[in-house]
């Protein structure tokens, strides 16, 4: 059963940087494009970033141009760069497949918080 660990999140002021890290347990990571999700309170998850096998990669509105996505298909881990972090991109972050996988049960994410 695949499982997914989100890592990387905290506590950070507005202007702020973090990266996070999903690591997916299982041999088939490198079959999937891979996606960042995001949930804040009383909003549904939406998704942020996406990452192709290829490594082509996309990204909502909202976090363009200040977010990168990267995998590394050796170490079974997607990885998301946040910069210039803003109030409303708090939020509890998750990986998964892109579209999600219903076979795979979400993690329990990491949080983000950007306040001063």
């Known amino acids: 059963q695949v499982q997914l660990v989100e890592s990387g999140g905290g506590l950070v002021q507005p202007g702020g940087s973090l990266r996070l890290s999903c690591a997916v347990s299982?041999?088939?990571?490198?079959?999937?494009?891979m996606g960042w999700y995001r949930q804040a309170p009383g909003n549904q998850r939406e998704l942020v970033a996406a990452?192709?096998?290829?490594?082509?990669?996309n990204y909502a509105d909202s976090v363009k141009g200040r977010a990168t996505i990267s995998r590394d298909n050796a170490k079974h881990t997607v990885y998301l760069q946040m910069n210039s972090l803003k109030p409303e991109d708090t939020a509890v972050y998750y990986c998964?497949?892109?579209?999600?996988?219903?076979?795979?049960?979400w993690g329990q994410g990491t949080q983000v918080t950007v306040s001063s």
């Open positions: 998964n497949a892109d579209p999600p996988n219903t076979w795979w049960s």
């Open positions: 299982g041999s088939i990571f490198s079959i999937y494009a």
């Open positions: 990452i192709t096998r290829g490594g082509s990669t």
